[in-house]
């Protein structure tokens, strides 16, 4: 009895101590793999998140219950791409080809956006609602002499009725100059304008589209139009030769849907002005509603890095054409070659002086040919 106590005794020990050694190597496996991966044993004395970390996988730690769905793909939200109608002219007096890529390239590298071309379809323009499908509508057009109160009242109505959104360019304000049907919709009334020179763009007062627009900004050949009546907000304005200050950039509203207008854009060094170009895209971005009170685009309509194919379609009448470079070259011979002879009896007068002389020069207008038989004469053949 007394013999067997010992032998029991050392039965339990060498049971004990098997369990024990049974228990501690998983342990000790694992604190062999925690070193391979950070070259000290002691890792096991860590924190399990201050271990992720050692280990370098702070942005993939997940535990057991998470994994299961760790081959799941995670997806950025997507969201829509504006999508604009540019509506432009053959340029007589503005190269309207490469106007058109400036505009479409200067607003892509700064928001989402996506563009068809409308190019002189006047009866698209009168007879359909040319506005369906787009957000907003960019007007770079010239129809100086065109009444047509059928075709105004059409144009009017897609923002007015339909309520897209609008952004109107240069040129587009003096159209129809000669009725009073077409200023309306712009919120800005001009039927002349200043000598090219320098204009220094004055702000007035803040606005979310005038972000990245600098207090003291100078375009270095540009047309002050001068203002008749306005009733918009202005955003800029340059002083004129009058001594007068006249809105250069403005919004409007009719009803709750807002219209950008600018009458700067005469010449390629202000469409290749990447602070013009920036205005011009936080106004699309502002009228369709996708630029904050910080002027930051909302998400998702920030630029997308491809500012490759950006056109999606051209649509002109048969035959009509940009006339580009070479054919606007030979519409401004055309017309120098009308207004010549009435231009030197101006400067040669030696009775008119000043603004008698301007005055002069004014009237010599009514010598120039119609912008449509330009266009005809001048227009590339195939």
Wanted: hydrophobic share 35%; proline share 6%.
């Amino acid at each position: 009895m007394h013999r067997a106590i010992p032998f029991c005794m050392s039965l339990v020990f060498l049971l004990f101590y098997s369990a024990s050694y049974a228990i501690d190597e998983p342990i000790t496996e694992s604190a062999t793999a925690t070193e391979t991966l950070s070259g000290s044993a002691a890792i096991t004395d860590i924190p399990a998140d201050d271990i992720a970390e050692t280990i370098g996988i702070t942005d993939t730690f997940i535990d057991d219950e998470e994994d299961s769905s760790s081959d799941e793909t995670v997806t950025e939200p997507a969201y829509p791409t504006l999508k604009a109608l540019i509506l432009t002219s053959p340029g007589v007096y503005h190269n309207y080809e490469q106007q058109t890529w400036d505009i479409g390239h200067g607003i892509v590298e700064r928001a989402n956006v996506r563009f068809d071309v409308s190019l002189a379809e006047p009866e698209r323009w009168k007879t359909t609602d040319y506005s369906e499908g787009y957000d907003v509508l960019i007007y770079n057009i010239c129809m100086a002499d065109n009444q047509d109160p059928d075709l105004i009242a059409n144009m009017r109505r897609q923002t007015e009725e339909l309520g897209v959104p609008a952004v109107f360019i240069h040129c587009t304000m003096h159209s129809f100059r000669e009725t009073d049907l077409w200023w309306p919709l712009l919120g800005l009334k001009s039927k002349a304008h200043e000598p090219k020179r320098a204009l220094r763009q004055v702000q007035n007062g803040q606005h979310p589209v005038l972000t990245g627009i600098p207090q003291d900004w100078v375009l270095s050949e540009d047309e002050l139009y001068i203002n008749l009546d306005f009733t918009g907000q202005s955003l800029l304005s340059t002083v004129g030769e009058d001594g007068k200050p006249h809105t250069t950039a403005w919004i409007d509203y009719h009803g709750l849907t807002p219209i950008f207008g600018t009458t700067l854009g005469h010449s390629e060094d202000t469409m290749k002005n990447t602070v013009y170009q920036q205005l011009i895209a936080n106004a699309v971005l502002f009228v369709t509603g996708n630029l904050s009170s910080d002027g930051q685009p909302s998400p998702g309509m920030g630029p997308t890095g491809n500012s490759m194919d950006i056109f999606d379609s051209f649509s002109a009448p048969e035959g009509v054409k940009f006339l580009g470079r070479e054919g606007q070259d030979c519409a401004l011979r055309k017309i120098a070659v009308a207004v010549a002879p009435c231009y030197l009896g101006c400067v040669l007068n030696p009775f008119e002086w000043g603004e008698a002389t301007r005055a002069c020069k004014k009237a010599c207008e009514v010598h120039l040919p119609p912008s449509d038989d330009l266009i005809k004469a001048c227009a590339p053949t195939l």
